[in-house]
């Protein structure tokens, strides 16, 4: 990598491994003393010049959307059936059009986390028993599953990696929506399931400028989606609002998901709110803590929540995600 110093035009290059290796954000020029910003440098026109960056990228992320992530168009006629008047027979006969979908709702339906082991014998008794809300999350976990269970090679995940996190922080949003407003949940837990799905689409952009993306995290120590910005001129968030407008989703979901990491740029919106503590509480459940920021104090604030509360959601989660993962995934 090249750098050269501000004040007295002195070029230096430094080998990628000594720059991996590096923790301060200067270096000290030897001819004149002047303190260098070498995370600068690591961003620089020449390195930034073949790449799509901010508009341009975001122009052409929105272009490819229904290639990169096709929502199933069943779900989304589900979704509107049942926030609609449509009747459980309706949606039985909807979901009945792809017997693959009917067959894993039927079994993530009869899995211990709903407590109905071997009861549920149809779509319309799910619907009846489980109810419109419970049974539209099953919907979505398992229209999603494979989308988010794959390797993401760019962002350094496995295969279902994002799967296990997406529905760790949707099944938390779902307990704290239902915690604050005594609903089913649905609406956050959808969104804490989405909340990540820009990763998917901008997976191969980061993966293509993998190298700029290394060394500047390790020379700033920047979370993702701050460094993201730096080098798309856009972030996971950005995109997940993208993919929620191609949708047709509300847009307060919409904007939860666009700003799940900075909920105080979102003009108070408390679904933000909630998808950046479930955030929180599923590194804790999964036993992320290495990198688990501090409890977000502006969200327990917003959401008129205790940090014993938190706790107490947390160890729930816990046991919902470890009966659920296994029979969606």
């Known amino acids: 990598m090249k750098i050269q110093c501000p004040a007295c035009a002195k070029a230096y290059r430094i080998k990628d491994e000594i720059v991996h290796k590096v923790h301060n954000k200067t270096a000290k020029c030897t001819q004149c003393g002047q303190l260098i910003p070498i995370a600068h440098f690591i961003l620089d026109k020449e390195a930034l010049a073949p790449f799509a960056t901010g508009e341009a990228l975001r122009q052409e992320v929105v272009g490819n959307l229904k290639k990169l992530y096709p929502m199933p168009h069943i779900l989304l006629k589900a979704r509107k059936l049942l926030a609609g008047d449509g009747n459980f027979d309706e949606l039985g006969s909807l979901l009945n059009t792809d017997p693959a979908l009917a067959s894993r709702v039927l079994k993530v339906a009869n899995s211990a986390y709903y407590g109905m082991s071997g009861k549920v014998s149809s779509l319309h008794m799910a619907a009846t028993v489980l109810g419109s809300g419970t049974l539209m999350q099953i919907l979505l976990l398992?229209?999603?599953?494979?989308?988010?269970?794959?390797?993401?090679?760019?962002?350094?995940?496995?295969?279902?990696?994002?799967?296990?996190?997406?529905?760790?922080?949707?099944?938390?949003?779902?307990?704290?929506?239902?915690?604050?407003?005594?609903?089913?949940?649905?609406?956050?837990?959808?969104?804490?399931?989405?909340?990540?799905?820009?990763?998917?689409?901008?997976?191969?952009?980061?993966?293509?400028?993998?190298?700029?993306?290394?060394?500047?995290?390790?020379?700033?120590?920047?979370?993702?989606?701050?460094?993201?910005?730096?080098?798309?001129?856009?972030?996971?968030?950005?995109?997940?609002?993208?993919?929620?407008?191609?949708?047709?989703?509300?847009?307060?979901?919409?904007?939860?998901?666009?700003?799940?990491?900075?909920?105080?740029?979102?003009?108070?919106?408390?679904l933000a709110y909630v998808i950046q503590l479930a955030n929180h509480m599923a590194d804790r459940a999964l036993g992320s803590t290495a990198k688990t920021p501090p409890l977000p104090s502006d969200a327990l604030t917003c959401l008129h929540m205790t940090a014993t509360e938190v706790e107490g959601l947390i160890t729930e989660a816990l046991t919902a995600v470890e009966t659920m993962e296994e029979d969606t995934y």
């Open 142 to 270: 398992v229209g999603n599953a494979k989308a988010l269970g794959q390797s993401l090679n760019g962002y350094g995940l496995g295969s279902g990696e994002l799967w296990r996190h997406s529905l760790a922080v949707a099944v938390c949003s779902g307990l704290i929506e239902k915690k604050l407003h005594a609903s089913d949940g649905e609406e956050a837990f959808f969104a804490g399931l989405m909340h990540d799905s820009g990763k998917i689409i901008l997976d191969s952009y980061v993966l293509e400028r993998k190298p700029l993306f290394t060394r500047y995290e390790a020379l700033t120590r920047e979370p993702l989606y701050a460094v993201e910005k730096k080098i798309l001129g856009l972030t996971h968030g950005d995109i997940g609002f993208e993919l929620c407008r191609k949708w047709n989703l509300p847009d307060h979901m919409a904007t939860a998901i666009r700003d799940h990491h900075t909920p105080g740029a979102s003009g108070g919106n408390k």
